[in-house]
Nanobody
């Protein structure tokens, strides 16, 4: 089965940067889309970014211009580079994978355990 493992979260000051990683293992070939979502305490899960197999990307409105997602195929790892961090970026960040790129979490078949980002 496909497994996703996020890493790279932590505490950072506002205006700082973090790079999150999502390492995929297992039969990842049919997974055309990988995405990042986040969920702050007491709030709904929110879209951050997704990457499609043709290397196209799309970003959520609250992070557009401050984040970049890209994939290293050799390492089967998806990255999320976050710059100009804001306190409102504080959340658990989840990596997801599936066969369809959408902002609807229900379409993603596989999820990682999450990595916490705290911005102060």
């Amino acid at each position: 089965d496909v497994q996703l493992v996020e890493s790279g979260g932590g505490s950072e000051q506002a205006e700082g940067s973090l790079r999150l990683s999502c390492a995929a293992s297992g039969p990842t070939r049919p997974l055309y889309c990988m995405a990042w979502f986040r969920q702050a305490s007491g709030k709904e899960r929110e879209e951050v970014a997704y990457w499609y197999t043709d290397n196209s990307t799309r970003y959520g409105g609250s992070v557009k211009g401050r984040v970049t997602t890209y994939r290293d195929d050799a390492k089967k790892t998806l990255y999320l580079q976050m710059n100009s961090l804001k306190p409102e970026d504080t959340a658990m960040y989840y990596c997801a994978a599936g066969t369809r790129c959408t902002w609807e979490p229900r379409w993603y078949n596989y999820w990682g355990q999450g990595t916490q980002v705290t911005v102060s």
